[in-house]
């Protein structure tokens, strides 16, 4: 029993790849990609299965989207073969953006539009298949924001809408003033951090049958670099299971981890890598059983369940 390649957020709504590229560190490494090293890289995930990039305005200091465009123009593949995701409303203290004194966020109509129309732009398309606000903002006008989204999917400009970082109750708020159901919340989680199990997240999506996506999955890449007691005994169980299952790397064991959840989890993978997403793709090939999966949760609380 193997998980499928491809997942419905909601009911009506979009499809993703069951796992994501997230694009956040394309621009991390000392030597800057060409547009012909992005289009390879575009290339390998595509063909590992993972067809849905996830973005945002701001990553690489508003860099990251343009730099992906001009690799997205030289790969050969078609557009409506792969879905494109990005997020909105941070405004970074940044060159790039001279007019944001200080960090905050912005839901308003204007900036909304003005970032999506920014993006399309940057990543030489004419629709994104999921934009998400990317933080809550403590002056959301829901019925403004909800009218901005709205506004964009009937557009054509965006084909679904949904929302990161939000607690269930700003999710719901949104939610009540928009004509159609958000299609997930995008949620950090990991063996390392297992707060969503209890605060309700989980228990709200599965509630409202929307799959959440899942950001830096494997922590950070602090599960393997760490030197923390909680982080050596996570590493030690995920060893354990991976011996147990015939599964040698221990990131693919922590993704399993996290999609044998019942709310249908969708981790976002972080490394530019394809030899390192070809290793986390297995994962789709892992089932842990009850007790594999407590053992991992045990080892991370630092307790047996109560």
Not at 16 to 41: C, E, I, K
Not at 78 to 86: C, F, T, V
């Amino acid at each position: 029993m193997s998980h499928d390649s491809r997942i419905k957020l909601s009911k009506d709504g979009v499809s993703l790849s069951r796992l994501v590229f997230g694009a956040w560190r394309l621009l991390d490494s000392a030597v800057r990609p060409d547009a012909d090293a992005v289009a390879r890289l575009i290339g390998s995930a595509v063909d590992l299965g993972l067809t849905s990039f996830d973005h945002a305005d701001i990553y690489g200091n508003y860099e990251v989207e343009a730099a992906f465009g001009t690799g997205l123009l030289r790969w050969k593949g078609k557009r409506d073969s792969i879905e494109l995701i990005s997020k909105c409303d941070i405004m970074l203290a940044s060159a790039n953006r001279p007019q944001n004194r200080l960090k905050h966020y912005d839901t308003s109509a204007a900036h909304i539009v003005a970032s999506v129309d920014r993006s399309l732009a940057n990543l030489h398309t004419d629709y994104l298949d999921l934009l998400l606000l990317h933080r809550p903002d403590p002056l959301m006008d829901a019925d403004e924001t909800a009218a901005a989204l709205a506004g964009l999917v009937k557009s054509g400009k965006v084909r679904a809408v949904g929302v990161s970082n939000f607690t269930p109750s700003q999710f719901d708020l949104l939610a009540s003033r928009l004509p159609f159901a958000l299609a997930t919340n995008q949620i950090e989680m990991s063996v390392l951090k297992t707060n969503a199990l209890t605060d309700g997240s989980l228990d709200h999506a599965q509630r409202l049958s929307y799959a959440p996506m899942i950001w830096s999955p494997l922590g950070g890449g602090s599960l393997f670099t760490g030197k923390e007691a909680r982080e050596a005994r996570v590493r030690a169980a995920l060893a354990s299971v991976a011996a147990e299952t015939g599964v040698a790397d221990l990131a693919a064991i922590a993704i399993a981890w996290l999609l044998r959840h019942p709310a249908r989890l969708v981790p976002v993978l972080g490394t530019m890598k394809p030899e390192r997403l070809a290793a986390m793709v297995k994962a789709l090939d892992i089932v842990l059983d009850r007790q594999q999966w407590f053992a991992i949760l045990e080892a991370s609380e630092g307790r047996p369940v109560a």
